[in-house]
């Protein structure tokens, strides 16, 4: 190997180490968020049984739809902008924080008047209301967490997680002690999130840099942000309408059955989500190309979602019997159909990203609002007769038709099919490992076979690449983290 390639490959494996460390962080924040939410969602569900857990469900999915509404997209926006225009960052953060503070206010009364109009009542509506104010808090939350994205300052999202986190845990124990009720479930939920947009304002404090003032005139932000208030919620409304409509046809019961394992889906996304928003400021400030690179994260994503299909399915009976006990043992077949959607899910993570990079947002709006008539319509006919695995079957489908969509815009977008062929060799080859897997089920104790399937997945993905790429990725300049 000459001098010129011996430095070339120092700087490129210095790079990786460099997206490594970031994405860790990133990742590392989100394990502390998911896996504490996931903690105070089993206490609660154990505590409150599937009917009420239902109904907090159901408040939560309402929620969250309106924080998208608020603009919880955009975190994303911030961070390409302040990535492409650092000397107007901190400006445009007190900028979109204003704006995302006087949406929440509007839609507090909505939600409200949505809920009210469910027929729920009393303390459900009171916990509905605490519950909503968390949108004054997350204006400032999510701001400050796109700023120090961009800044590629990402080590303080660790401890901003870890506060709202730690207050979620800890909040269970005088609920534990007393009367659990969903009033109190609601304002833990509030203590945190406030918490959390405290600790991101004291972490801002600490950088320096960028003007005060934002350079945008406010008719000029709500224009170019419209985008990412429309297609998050979109998103959000096939993501959560099916915990709705199984509320209203179904029953409490089931969306409480069925919330668990699409909580978990979820905290799946750690991984997709860690490595893409390490990756997107690299991309934002690039000037274009990128087919090598988005195969490369087709593949390593694609492979990695791979992993917990393995061990769900063989795993999920078990666990749900050991972790939430026999009421809710009708989680697990769910879980078990449920994770295939983990695979279309975690490649839609790369390819969103490719286009949101390269200021393509626009087109979500057709693909999500593509997703979300197909998602309803399907819901609406299936769920009456098949209850939640119909749910978990028509978010596969829809991942699948968001997949479809991508794959042609990237194409015709940017000239490269984001696919490798990579991808057929390893799917033929977890096929293999999986049915194997199954088969030493009735033999062994399940956790033998899922280990080894995972161990010579691993082998596999390692030796044809699609694991060691992620070395090659770029980290962006300044990514001291």
Sequence with gaps: MSDAATIQARVDRHEGQRFLR?????????????????????????????????????????????SLLSGEGLIDFLARESSRAPESARGLARQVTALRSVYGALLVPVGLALVYALGYRGEVLGAALVLFLTLLARAPLSAAQGFLRAANRVAPLVSIEAVQGGLLLAALVPLRLGALSLLGVAWAELVATAAAAAAGLFALRRLRGGAAVGKLS????????????????ITNLYDRVDIVLL??????AAAG????PYRALAVLQIVPFALMTALLPAIAARPGGDGKLCAQVSATLFTLALFPVIAVMLLAGPLVSAVLGPAYRESAPVFKVLVWAAVPMFVNFGLNTFLLARGRERVFLRTT?????????????????????????VTIVTECVLLLQNVAIVRRSFGFFPLPNAVLGTSAVFAALLAAALLASFYLPAALPAAAASVLLALYAYRDGSLRSVLRWPAPEGAAG
């Excluded at 406010?218 to 919620?233: G, I, K, S």
């Excluded at 059955?257 to 668990?260: D, H, I, Q, T, V």
């Excluded at 609002?369 to 079957?393: D, E, K, M, Q």
């Design 218 to 233: 406010w008719t000029e932000l709500a224009r170019r942000t419209a985008a990412f208030h429309l297609y998050p919620l």
């Design 257 to 260: 059955l069925y919330a668990l």
């Design 22 to 66: 970031r994405a860790g962080q990133i990742g590392g924040s989100q394990v502390i968020r998911r896996a504490a939410r996931f903690v105070f969602l089993f206490a609660v569900a154990r505590a409150l049984g599937p009917a009420s857990f239902g109904i907090y469900a159901l408040l939560l999915a309402v929620v969250e739809t309106l």
């Design 247 to 252: 509320s209203v046809l179904a029953g409490s």
């Design 369 to 393: 609002l593509v997703c979300a008539v197909a998602n309803l319509l399907l819901n609406v006919l299936l769920i009456p007769r098949f209850s939640f695995y119909a749910a978990a079957g």
